[in-house]
């Protein structure tokens, strides 16, 4: 605008002929500034400056008469580059596998067990009901496994005729021993979780487990002979049940896990029960 | 400790967009009044987001306020005075848009936006708004950015 040579006020004669007056022509030579103000009451053009003559200024206003007809602008529909998108969290339902864990014990009812092992997937398949307040609760399917080694020098032992598990010790100069229980179940866990803001979430909740298998594996080494022995047809508790926590940041989380139920039906076994665990999860 | 965290980053963003807007009338505008006040929005955007667009920093104010928008149009209309170039609209004898190029500061290109929902035909809203933005980004890409 301000390189113009030349401005021929054009817009001025139309100006002045909508406001049916005579003609006004003004020529200006390389004007600095031109300011062009159009309201419902009329229209006027400001000239600021002009070749060789700074100060140089214009102005020109037309009033529009009943008569005339306004053509307006359209109104200007602001678009925010930055504004946050206001998210809508609409309670809605959504599907997933969830919950890769694996943990260690930290302690059980029963003194004879060394240690206990546990790992599973607490959602194979999940349906979540997500609430608009950052809650989120889910029932599932997954898959559990418990295992509990014996303190040395005990081993387990079952007697086949009454299917009853009984502790006993290895035979004199073994070597790699182990005995260990194993539980594998399908669960059923209920979990809610609560956002604690940013990425952070807590998860409580409590699993129903379908015991669906249970062995006891006794192996020892005596010379150069190795025994691998398994007892399957064990009689454990078919359902039992579990409660957990876990602190999660974007997926990873630390858990833990407490198993009040006992392994074994009532006379069955030895009573292993109360099992404390704590581990890592992911995707949870 | 976070909220403090929030607070130091917001105060710095505040006094770097101020900084940037220093020299200019609405410059009082952007001193934080906005922050908490009842019905009014502030954005401002400095570094990599702005720098996206073309820009360094980025400035807005949004009021439902009737007193201060009157306020802000006062001084918008106070720096549109001295803009190399300026686009304006009024209506009803009030100023309905305003989109100002002000003086390059530190090479940078320096523009004024003002607009007030209020006179709009359509759909008027009861919302005045005022840009600020500073970049390398030119008019014409400004006005594609911040008109739908």
């Known amino acids: 605008m301000k390189k113009s040579t030349l401005i021929v006020a054009a817009m001025l004669t139309a100006l002045a002929m909508s406001a049916q007056s005579p003609d006004t022509v003004t020529v200006i030579d390389a004007p600095n500034q031109v300011i062009i103000t159009e309201t419902t009451t009329g229209t006027s053009v400001k000239v600021l400056g002009q070749k060789n003559d700074n100060s140089y200024s214009y102005s020109y206003s037309v009033q529009h008469s009943s008569n005339d007809t306004v053509h307006t602008t359209s109104d200007w529909e602001l678009n925010y580059p930055f504004k946050k998108k206001v998210k809508r969290n609409a309670p809605h339902f959504s599907i997933e596998t969830k919950g890769i864990y694996i943990g260690g014990g930290l302690g059980t009812s029963y003194d004879l067990v060394n240690n206990s092992f546990n790992w599973g997937i607490l959602h194979i398949m999940g349906v979540n009901y997500h609430t608009s307040h950052g809650q989120v609760f889910s029932l599932g399917v997954g898959f559990d496994q418990k295992r509990f080694s014996l303190k ?71 010379n150069k002979t190795t025994y691998d022995v398994s007892y399957r047809g064990i009689k454990q508790h078919k359902i039992t049940f579990d409660v957990m926590g876990a602190l999660s940041f974007d997926g990873l989380a630390i858990y833990c896990r407490f198993s009040p139920s006992n392994m074994f039906k009532q006379g069955f076994g030895p009573e292993i029960k109360n099992t404390w665990t704590l581990g890592g999860a992911v995707a949870l | 400790m976070k909220r403090v965290t929030i607070i130091i980053l917001a105060s710095l963003l505040t ?91 530190k090479h940078n290109n320096r523009y004024i936006f003002f607009l007030n929902q209020n006179l709009a035909r359509k759909s008027p809203k009861n919302v005045v708004t005022l840009i600020y933005m500073e970049g390398e980004a030119s008019a014409e890409k400004i006005k594609k950015l911040i008109r739908k």
């Open chain 2, 15 to 105: 006094t770097m967009a101020a900084m940037a807007q220093k020299g200019l009338n609405i410059n009082r505008l952007f001193d934080g009044r906005y922050k908490k006040a009842v019905g009014a929005t502030e954005i401002i955007v400095t570094g990599s987001q702005a720098s996206e667009i073309g820009l360094t920093v980025y400035h807005s104010v949004s009021v439902t306020d009737k007193a201060q928008a009157e306020i802000i149009e006062h001084l918008v209309v106070k720096d549109g005075s001295q803009a190399i170039d300026k686009e304006v609209e009024y209506r009803n004898g009030q100023l309905y848009y305003g989109f100002y190029t002000m003086q390059t500061r």
């Open chain 1, 152 to 222: 040395r020098p005990n081993c387990f032992v079952m007697d086949e005729a009454t299917n009853i598990v009984g502790i006993s010790t290895y035979p004199d100069e073994v070597r790699d021993r182990s005995s260990v229980l194993t539980v594998d179940a399908l669960q059923f866990p209920l979990l809610f979780q609560q956002s604690l803001g940013g990425d952070f979430h807590i998860v409580l909740g409590g699993s129903m487990n379908w015991n669906v298998s249970a062995k006891c594996n006794t192996h020892y080494k005596i």
